[in-house]
C-alpha cells in the first residue's frame, strides 16, 4: 500500500493549487485522511482532516484558504489551497489510517511528500 501525492509547485502569493493523494493497492477500508506540513526547521503540523464520511476539520491557520475533499470510490484526497501565502511554504505529507486486504488490521501510512512553494 502505497499514498502517492501530487499537485504541489512554486506559486506566488495570492495563487492557488491543489494537491491529491491517492491510496493504492490492496486497500481493504480507508478511514480518516490528512494532510500535514512541514517547513523547514518546524515541526510537523496538522494541516486538516477528513473523516470517512466526509466531515472536514482545519487548523487555524488555513481556515477559510482551504479546502479538503475526499472521493471514497477513487481513494482519493484533494486539498484545495487559495489565498497562498510565504507561510504556507513547506512539504505537504498525507497521512491515512487504512486496513489492507491481507491482514484487516488498521495502520496509519505517509505519503512521501510533495513541495508547495509560495514566492513572487
Known amino acids: 500500500v502505497q499514498l502517492v501525492e501530487s499537485g504541489g509547485g512554486l506559486v506566488q502569493p495570492g495563487g492557488s493549487l491543489r494537491l491529491s493523494c491517492v491510496a493504492v493497492?490492496?486497500?481493504?477500508?480507508?478511514?480518516?485522511m490528512c494532510w500535514y506540513r512541514q517547513a523547514p526547521v518546524q515541526q510537523r503540523e496538522l494541516v486538516a482532516t477528513?473523516?470517512?464520511?466526509?466531515?472536514?476539520t482545519y487548523a487555524h491557520s488555513v481556515k477559510g484558504r482551504f479546502t479538503i475533499s475526499r472521493d471514497n470510490p477513487r481513494n482519493t484526497i484533494y486539498l484545495e489551497m487559495n489565498s497562498l501565502k510565504p507561510e504556507d511554504t513547506a512539504v505537504y505529507y498525507c497521512?491515512?489510517?487504512?486496513?489492507?486486504?491481507?491482514?484487516?488490521?488498521?495502520?496509519?501510512?505517509w505519503g512521501q511528500g510533495t513541495q508547495v512553494t509560495v514566492s513572487s
Open positions: 477528513i473523516t470517512r464520511g466526509g466531515t472536514p
Open positions: 493497492g490492496s486497500i481493504f477500508n480507508l478511514y480518516a
Open positions: 497521512n491515512a489510517d487504512l486496513s489492507t486486504v491481507e491482514t484487516k488490521i488498521v495502520y496509519t501510512y
